[in-house]
């Protein structure tokens, strides 16, 4: 993946509210009206991101555990 790709989904992770306008305009790209689109088409772009949400959910239900635990020991 090339720079402004991995900038591309680390915008579209970072805020929830972002849009992939929003995303592609802050990576760097020109026309940021259809770039969102044509990134979220290609196969890399669209595995980047998958693996970037399954890691975040993986984390958040180790911390969920976690605190569970906790609070079932206090």
């Given at each position: 993946?090339?720079?402004?790709?991995?900038?591309?989904?680390?915008?579209?992770?970072?805020?929830?509210?972002?849009?992939?306008?929003?995303?592609?305009?802050?990576?760097?790209?020109?026309?940021?009206?259809?770039?969102?689109?044509?990134?979220?088409?290609?196969?890399?772009?669209q595995?980047?991101?998958?693996?970037?949400?399954?890691?975040?959910l993986?984390r958040t239900?180790?911390?969920?555990?976690?605190?569970?635990?906790?609070?079932?020991d206090?």
């Amino acid at each position: 993946m090339s720079a402004r790709q991995i900038a591309f989904v680390s915008q579209l992770l970072a805020n929830p509210n972002c849009d992939l306008t929003k995303a592609a305009e802050k990576a760097g790209y020109k026309h940021t009206s259809v770039a969102g689109s044509r990134l979220m088409r290609q196969p890399t772009v669209q595995r980047a991101v998958s693996r970037a949400i399954i890691q975040r959910l993986e984390r958040t239900k180790a911390q969920s555990d976690e605190v569970l635990l906790f609070l079932y020991d206090v």
